[in-house]
């Protein structure tokens, strides 16, 4: 996903203002920790398939259909919590002949067996649905809009407000089911393109056509999308990987342009991470009325078919011009949010900071380093520093917008302690690699880049992501001595960090703690600099 709009000067006063008044942080709600929190009837059981079958009615604005849910559990047990929202109507349920019961909590759906489930066996069960979903969240989760020729165009994009809001399923980020098929029963003149491998699609007789895709890998449930419309399709291919792309016919002749820069994306990201995480399912770039999202394999587009984002120079620094931010930012996260995803919305930085790191390494891999780190620092104008990047667990807290900007920097910061690119790119590589198709928190980073660069980082890793404030380096110059004193201000009581300060032509590797050391200078203060475009750091000159 990415962060919506630049926040008004009003905005921001009024976020300081309520800052600064300190009010007590908002107590979350049932619903919150219905959501949020991994409760004993979601660990008691391992999510294994589902297949979502649908059938959309455009003009009503009605979906109908069931899932069928397949899942091993972990422990004994007679209740399993799945989500749907209140809006829609749970049918029935059942598991083989049986009809189950259940008991609806806000938009949790507790489901009672009448016999107990056993550890260590798989089971499946169908739940049928209906109903009128609601629009709502930033992209309205689920819309039935109409094109500019007056055809149904429907589109989701429920990532935040969850899943749920338009089918039943686990509603949460910590367990993902192995594979998915998604069978969509739609009007017979509109395409459905979902997640995964297009399979074929069925005449049902009936005036509607059902649309049958696999996805052979495991997925988030709120990358599962639907989009129903007056599709175009055309087809490319890069190695063995089968690139698809529709577009609305008056689109058309703009997005085969505009889409073309997939394939130099492609080619960036497999250069630093590895094969596309989703190769046997292809990768989809899709034309929808918002302006995109990371639907996996089926990245949804909605930047106007011009460079930068929404016709603007993203970053400012005249770099953002040169491609098109929306298919860059994401299909990033085919590998960072798809492949790698967090399993808590509260390490969302996983997918946000990392994929804002992503257009970063393309920038750098397109026109070099230089204009890499000049694209990566214009970010910081955008940095609050006013909450920490990681929220409490549980509560289905999603992170401030710094999870972006100042997650990328801060990716920035680390290969600048560690001090060597080619060891940079293979930890990069090899991080990705070791934690692809897995569900992981902050700690798993912490722990890997820690044993793979020998390196204690952790009290790096806990002042960027768990302190709002940035680390401060305090110089204090005795002139007459020719002696500089230097230290870290910092909330981890352990901080240390490599930093290069001198001048540009001349860098010296300082490794400040938080106690003072003094070092002799032949500089001025004012001639005495700090690489704060290679460190994401405040300095202070004393
Ligand atoms: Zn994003």
Known sequence: MIFSQLPTVAALIAAVTALSAQPPAATPTRADILRGAYGPYRANNDLLFYHLDVRVDPEKKFLSGKVTIRFKMLQDATRIQLDLHAALHVDKIVLGDTTLKYERDSGAVFVDFPETLRAGRTYSIEFYYSGNPVETGRFGAITFKKDPAGHPWINTACEGTGASVWWPNKDQWRDEVESMEISVSIPHDLVDVSNGKFMGKTDLGDGYTRWDWLVQYPINNYDVSLNIGNYQHWADRLGDLPLDFYALPENLEKAKKQFAQAKGMLEAYQHYFGEYPFQKDGYKLIEAPYSGMEHQSAVTYGNRFANGYLERDWTGVGISPR???????????????????????????????????????????????????????????????????????????????????????????????????????????????????????????????????????????????????????????????????????????GFQMPIRVGTKDHWQILQPTVEWQTMKTPLKKAEFEVATDLYFVTVSKL
């Open 323 to 493: 491609f098109d931010f929306i298919i860059i930012h994401e299909s990033g996260h085919e590998w960072f949010g798809n492949s790698i995803t967090a399993a808590d919305v509260s390490d969302m930085w996983i997918h946000e900071g990392f994929t804002t790191y992503l257009e970063c390494l393309y920038v750098e891999y397109m026109w070099g380093r230089d204009d890499g780190l000049k694209y990566t620092n214009g970010y910081k104008s955008r940095v609050r520093n006013l909450q920490p990047i990681i929220t409490p667990r549980g509560i289905n807290k999603e992170p401030p917008q710094d999870q972006y900007f100042k997650g990328a920097l801060f990716l920035n910061t680390l290969r600048s302690v560690v001090n060597d690119d080619a060891r940079w790119w293979t930890l990069l590589h090899d991080f990705y690699q070791h934690f692809k198709y897995q569900n992981i928190m902050t700690e798993d980073v912490v722990r890997y880049f820690n044993q793979q660069t020998g390196m204690n980082l952790t009290p790096v890793f806990d002042q960027y992501l768990r302190h709002p404030t940035l680390p401060a380096l305090e110089l204090k110059w005795d002139e007459a001595a020719g002696t500089v004193a230097y230290r870290w201000k910092a909330d981890e009581p």
